[in-house]
């Protein structure tokens, strides 16, 4: 295992001045996320220019890329050419994970399947895995939801977020029986009625789930994915979390 840091931590600026954010909390490594909406680097680019997509990919000032988070506006088969040539431009870059979001609830099940099933063909091509990201009021917020769309598409993996499963639930879910499918995992600190708190006030613990990841063998990025807020000191709280997970990985 080991630590790394998202660049949606610092989605409100530049890519190259996220990275510099990132260089100067002493993050060796990163997950790279091309939104379209917000224009921080957007997916489309390598449908666009692939050869530019491909050289600001790979500008992360010696950072090595865990993977890729991919916020895809388009819809029908415009999704999947976008898709596609990300899946081309990881290959060139020697990145093997790209992590995509899941339907809201009310998406049909088959549909949701169908589309994976899809996307982990493309991304087979490639030499890349495909993630589903845990994420509250999606499919993949419900674990036994989760637990089904894996087992029915062969070589989906899940992009895990703890706090996804805890925010807005009376009792955390259980969540040991998707371990086998953990690709990535996301941390934060988060309680029922806050997604994101200070380190340390919620209620993640971050101990155990090493130790779980540990016995599976786990050798994949903890990412730290911490959002400003106006209530935080935000980079002081990037560096506790990287110095908190360094910690736990040398016990």
Same mark, same amino acid.
């Given at each position: ?11 409100? *600026? ?7 954010? *990132?260089?100067?909390?002493? =993050? +060796? ?28 990919? /790979? !500008?992360?000032?010696?950072? !090595?890329?865990? #993977?890729? +988070? ?10 999947? $050419? ?24 009310? +998406?049909? =099940? ?20 495909? #993630?589903?990201? !845990?994420?509250?009021?999606? *499919?993949?917020?419900?674990? $036994?939801?989760? /637990? ?9 993996? *899940? /992009? ?17 029986? @998707? ?9 934060? $600190? ?16 971050? #101990? ?7 016995? @599976? ?35």
């Amino acid at each position: 295992m080991f630590v790394a840091a998202s660049t949606t931590c610092f989605k409100n *600026l530049e890519l190259a001045e996220a990275i510099e954010k *990132l260089v100067d909390l002493e =993050f +060796t490594c990163l997950e790279l996320c091309m939104d379209e909406t917000t224009g921080h680097f957007r997916p489309s680019l390598a449908v666009e220019n692939f050869n530019q997509a491909v050289e600001l990919a /790979s !500008s992360t000032r010696r950072m !090595s890329v865990s #993977g890729y +988070t991919l916020e895809i506006a388009h819809e029908g088969q415009e999704y999947f $050419d976008v898709f596609t040539a990300c899946c081309k431009m990881a290959k060139a870059n020697k990145v093997v994970t790209i992590t995509v979001r899941s339907g809201e609830h009310g +998406t049909p =099940f088959n549909e949701e399947v169908e589309k994976f099933k899809k996307l982990v063909a493309i991304a087979e091509q490639h030499g890349v895995r495909v #993630g589903m990201r !845990s994420e509250h009021g999606h *499919l993949s917020g419900d674990p $036994d939801q989760v /637990s089904v769309i894996c087992g029915h598409v062969k070589g989906l993996g *899940l /992009s895990f977020d703890p706090s996804q499963y805890i925010y807005q639930n009376e009792k955390p879910s259980d969540c040991d029986n @998707l371990m086998p499918y953990f690709q990535a995992v996301y941390l934060r $600190d988060s309680t029922k009625d806050d997604l994101q708190v200070r380190v340390g006030q919620g209620v993640i613990d971050y #101990g155990k789930l090493i130790n779980q990841l540990r016995k @599976l063998r786990y050798d994949r990025a903890l990412i730290v994915d911490i959002e400003p807020k106006d209530d935080i000191d935000h980079m002081g709280e990037m560096r506790k979390m990287r110095l908190l997970l360094e910690s736990l990985l040398i016990v």
